[in-house]
C-alpha cells in the first residue's frame, strides 16, 4: 500500500501546465477583483459592478445567453427527435450529425462575417426578401447588431452543440418504457409528458447550462459582428483589456470575476444535472 | 401528422443552416460590379498579410496539437495505470477551459507575464507566442482529453505495459513506440478539433497582440466588403476537412467516435 513513491512525479507535467496557464492566471483574476491598486483587500471593485453601465451589460449578455440557450435546446430538440423517432428517413441522420460536428465549431469571426454577408443591410436574404417580397426587414426594425441578430447568429453554433448531446439521449430512450405506457393505456402526450420528459429532464437542463456559458464567453462573432457598438460584457471586457475604456483597471478584474462567476454557476448546474440523467443512461 | 412536424423541423432547420452558407458563398462573388467573378478570392490570395497571418496560425496549431499531445498522452496514460485515484481530479481540471472564459485567462496572462512580473513573457516576440502556444493548448485541453481518455479505454494499458516492460522497453519508448501508436486515432481526432479551434482563434491573438489568422480576418472584415465573405468561406472549408478528415481517420482505424 505504501507503494505510492515516486508514482505522482508522472503527473508532474500536467499539473505544473495547468497551473501556470489555467489556474495560476485565474486565480490572479479573482485576487486581483477584491485588490485595490495597493495590493491591499477590498470590495470597492465589485461595488464598481454596480455602475449601471456594467449592469447594463451583464443583463444584456445573459439575455441573450438565455435566449439562444433557449432556442438552440427547443430547435435542436425538434430536430434530433425528428431524426431519432419522427419517421424521417434514416439515411437524414449521418448528414446531419457530420455537419453538427462542423457548425459547432464553426463560430468566432467567420460566422460573423457569414452573417453579414446573409442578414446584413445588403445581404442576400434581406435583398430577396425585398426582391421578391417587397419587404424591407431593416425598415421593420430588424438590424443584425442587435440583441436579436447575435441571438440569431449565436443559433447557428448552439442548435448543433444540442443536437450532439440530446441525439444520444433520445436514442437511450428505451423502446419498452414506451410500450409499457402504450400498454396501460397512455397517449402520446401523456408519455412524453410522464416518461420521457422526466427522463430526459436532467440532461435537457445540463445542455442548456452548457449552451448558457458557451454563447456567455464568445468574444470573436460578437465583436467581428458588432464591433464595440452592443455593450455584452465579453466585450467590454476586451475594450477594458485594451485599454479603451473604463480607467479603473482593477473594476476589469471585478467583471471577469463576474464572467467566472456567471460560467461557473451554469456548469455546476450542467455537472449536478449530468450526474443525475446518466442514472437512467445504463 | 407526426412525419409532417418532423419534415417541418427538419426543412426549417435546414434553411436556417444553409441559407447563411449560400448567402457568405454568393457575397463573396459579389466584388464585380453586375457579375460573378472571384475577385475577392483573388485579392484575399494576393494579400501578403493573408498569407503570413495564416501560416503563423498553421504553425500555431501545428505546435498546439504536439504540445497537447506530449502532455496529455503521457498524463492520462500514467493517470489510468498508476493514479487512478486521480482521475476525477485531473478530469475536472481538463474541463475548467469549457467554465473559465478564453478572454478572463489570457487577461490573467497579460497580468501574471507581464514585464515586470517574474517571467516576463510578454516582454519579447518569442515569449509572446510561448504563451499564446500554451494558452491554445489550454483551450484545446478539453477535447484533446478527451479524446484520448477515451482511445485508452479501448486499450489493456496494464498488461501491454507488463508486456513492454518485460520485454525491456523503458518508459520514453512504451509511451512514444506502443501507447500512442495503440490511440493515435483517437489522437488525431483531437488534433483536428484543436487545430480547427486554433486556426481562427480571435480572442487570445488579439489580446496577446500576435499576427494570427482571426484577428486579420477581424481587421479586414471591419474595411472591407466582399474579402471578408470569402474568408469566411475559405474558413469553413478549412473546418469542414478537419472535421471529414477526423472522421475518416476514426472510421479508417475503427476507433469509437469520441463524444464532443
Redesign the interface.
Known sequence: MRQIGW??L??V??FA??L??????????VI?AFQNPEGQFTLQNLAGLASPRIVDSFVISIKISLASAVLGCL?GF??A???VM???PGW?KAP?M??S??????A????????????GRV???TMLLKQWFGINIYAMGFNLLSFWGLTLTY??FQ?P?MI??IT?ALEGLKREWREAAEVLGASTGQYWRMVALPILFPSLLGTFA?LF?NS??A??TA??LT?SSLSIV?IM??AQ??GDVLQDPHL??AM?FG??VV??LA?LAYVIMRTRAERWMR | MKRLWSWAAIIAGSLYFLLPLIGTVEFSLRMRRGEYSLDAYRSVLADPNFRDTFGYSIVMALLTIVLGVLIVVPTAYWVRLRLPRLRPVIEFITLLPLVIPAIVVVFGYIRLYNTSSVLPLTGTAGGTNLLLLCGYATLALPYMYRAVDTGLSTLDVRSLTEAAQSLGAGWVRIIGRLILPNVLGAVMSGAFLSFAIVIGEFTMAALLNRPAFGPYMQLLGANRAYEPAALAVIAFAATWGCMGLMQLISRLLGVRKTAK
Not at chain 1, 460536428?101 to 464553426?106: D, I, P, R, T
Open positions: 508514482n505522482w508522472g503527473v507535467p500536467f501546465f495547468a501556470l496557464f489555467l489556474m495560476l492566471p485565474t486565480m490572479n483574476i486581483g430547435i425538434a430536430m427527435a425528428a431524426v419522427g419517421g424521417v437524414i446531419l457530420t455537419f460536428g462542423v457548425a459547432s465549431n464553426f468566432g469571426v467567420p460566422l460573423a462575417f457569414a452573417f453579414i454577408a446573409t442578414l445581404g442576400l436574404v443559433l447557428f442548435i452543440l450532439l448531446i444520444p452548457l456559458a456567455f464567453g468574444v470573436a465583436y467581428a464591433g465579453p471586457l476586451f483589456i485594451r476589469g478584474y471577469a464572467m467566472i460560467t461557473g456548469n
